[in-house]
């Protein structure tokens, strides 16, 4: 079946760790996108990658870092510089630049 | 600057009522307009989509939404409410820039009362 897979589901990390965040698609989707989910504020665009090697900054990409090495794989990494890690993170990918996003199931990051 | 604004951030209705969700967007061309539903824990999923044509669009679930121009509106309905619709509806908007990018409203949260 094809779709997005993101890993693990639950992650608890202490202050001070960096985290990375696992998403993977078989879609053969072009573009894939990170986003925030915090309760009451919508999801913000964290990063996003419409080609291999290549991503941008979104609205909120301070204390984050990507990479884009393979088409089918995006993983986040959460810095020990991000001042509020504990959030709902979701990825996303789209055929080329679509506009119409799929949605993996979300890693809730905990840090202590 | 593209904007998304749900008015109401939590809605509660009847089972087998009537429901409309209100999503206003700020664009100065036309828009690409989504609905996503995401239930607790879980990703988002497409409900429908409005990239031209008939205003009027049919969704999953029973789902439809209409595009007016005139207002900047897009607002979800479904003619009768099931309990397993009780969920979060998110409204986004692109279309700017080529990027692919979406604006999301801030979601507004459906409780079905039995």
């Known amino acids: 079946d094809g779709g997005i897979t993101q890993s693990p589901k639950y992650l608890f990390r202490k202050e001070g760790q960096n985290v990375t965040l696992s998403c993977e698609q078989n879609?053969?989707?072009?573009?894939m996108y990170w986003y925030r989910q915090d309760p009451g504020q919508g999801l913000r665009l964290i990063y996003y990658s419409q080609i291999v090697n290549d991503f941008q900054k979104g609205d909120i990409a301070e204390g984050y870092s990507v990479s884009r090495e393979k088409k089918e794989s995006f993983p986040l990494t959460v810095t020990s510089a991000q001042k509020n890690p504990t959030a709902f993170y979701l990825c996303a990918s789209s055929p080329d630049r679509s506009y119409e996003q799929y949605f993996g199931p979300g890693t809730r990051l905990t840090v202590t | 600057a593209q904007s998304v604004t749900q008015p109401d951030i939590h809605i509660t209705v009847s089972e087998g009522a009537s429901l409309e969700l209100r999503c206003n967007y700020s664009y100065g061309a036309t828009p690409y307009l989504f609905w996503y539903v995401q239930s607790p824990g879980q990703g988002l999923q497409l409900l429908l989509k409005?990239?031209?044509?008939?205003?009027l669009v049919q969704g999953i679930k029973g789902f439809e939404a209409e595009f007016k121009r005139s207002q900047s509106s897009f607002n979800l309905r479904k003619p009768s409410v099931h309990w397993s619709d009780a969920a979060e509806y998110f409204c986004a908007v692109g279309g700017s820039g080529n990027t692919g990018k979406l604006i999301f409203g801030q979601g507004t949260t459906l409780q079905v009362k039995p």
């Open positions: 409005y990239f031209s044509g008939d205003t």
């Open positions: 879609l053969n989707h072009d573009a």
